[in-house]
């Protein structure tokens, strides 16, 4: 039997504003009740990261189809005082090579008031936390926008490795 190495809040301390702050963070899988959030949050993920003006419409749908349909992913959200700062969606990869599945963490944001408090950090140790207890989950990858220094320092300092892969793509326009 798997136990969770963390407990489902923890608290982080970090300075702001010349002062110790103490904020508890809790992570949990998302619910129909956070689909406004995660909208709000991706929409605003696409201008900072890539500048794009998305359709809100389009990505509306989008989000209510991962919650209709599990297999397209699920979404996890970080709070902090009752109040969602942060989401992530999770997808899978079947890997051959490793007779298992990979998680995709994709369309990471946190609120801009809480980045460099550890928010993503407790996100991830707890996605890697389960990925621990679930014998058929191999790991855990991302991608990121080439110019998103910011995050990629993020990534490195959780231990990820970024200099086996590179993504390419084709999209329809």
Same mark, same amino acid.
């Given at each position: 039997?798997?136990?969770?190495?963390?407990?489902?809040?923890?608290?982080?301390?970090?300075?702001?504003?010349?002062? #110790?702050?103490?904020?508890?963070?809790?992570?949990?899988?998302?619910?129909?009740?956070?689909?406004?959030?995660?909208?709000? #949050?991706?929409?605003?993920?696409?201008?900072?990261?890539?500048?794009?003006?998305?359709?809100?419409?389009?990505?509306?749908?989008?989000?209510?189809?991962?919650?209709?349909?599990?297999?397209?992913?699920?979404?996890?959200?970080?709070?902090?005082?009752?109040?969602?700062?942060?989401?992530?969606?999770?997808?899978?990869?079947?890997?051959?090579?490793?007779?298992?599945?990979?998680?995709?963490?994709?369309?990471?944001?946190?609120?801009?008031?809480?980045?460099?408090?550890?928010? #993503?950090?407790?996100?991830?140790?707890?996605?890697?936390?389960?990925?621990?207890?679930?014998?058929?989950?191999?790991?855990?990858?991302?991608?990121?926008?080439?110019?998103?220094?910011?995050?990629?320092?993020?990534?490195?300092?959780?231990?990820?490795?970024?200099?086996?892969?590179?993504? #390419?793509?084709?999209?329809?326009?």
């Amino acid at each position: 039997m798997c136990h969770i190495l963390l407990k489902p809040k923890i608290f982080f301390h970090f300075p702001r504003l010349d002062y #110790f702050y103490r904020m508890e963070i809790t992570v949990r899988e998302a619910t129909i009740a956070d689909i406004a959030v995660i909208k709000d #949050f991706q929409m605003r993920m696409a201008a900072e990261s890539e500048g794009l003006l998305l359709d809100p419409e389009v990505l509306a749908q989008g989000i209510k189809a991962v919650f209709t349909d599990r297999q397209k992913g699920v979404y996890y959200v970080a709070g902090s005082a009752d109040r969602v700062i942060a989401s992530l969606m999770i997808t899978r990869e079947w890997s051959d090579w490793r007779n298992g599945w990979v998680w995709w963490i994709q369309s990471v944001y946190v609120d801009q008031a809480y980045r460099g408090t550890g928010v #993503f950090r407790r996100m991830y140790m707890f996605l890697q936390d389960k990925a621990h207890c679930d014998p058929d989950i191999r790991g855990l990858r991302l991608y990121v926008d080439k110019g998103n220094l910011p995050a990629m320092a993020v990534y490195e300092a959780l231990g990820m490795n970024g200099e086996h892969y590179r993504v #390419f793509e084709w999209m329809k326009t």
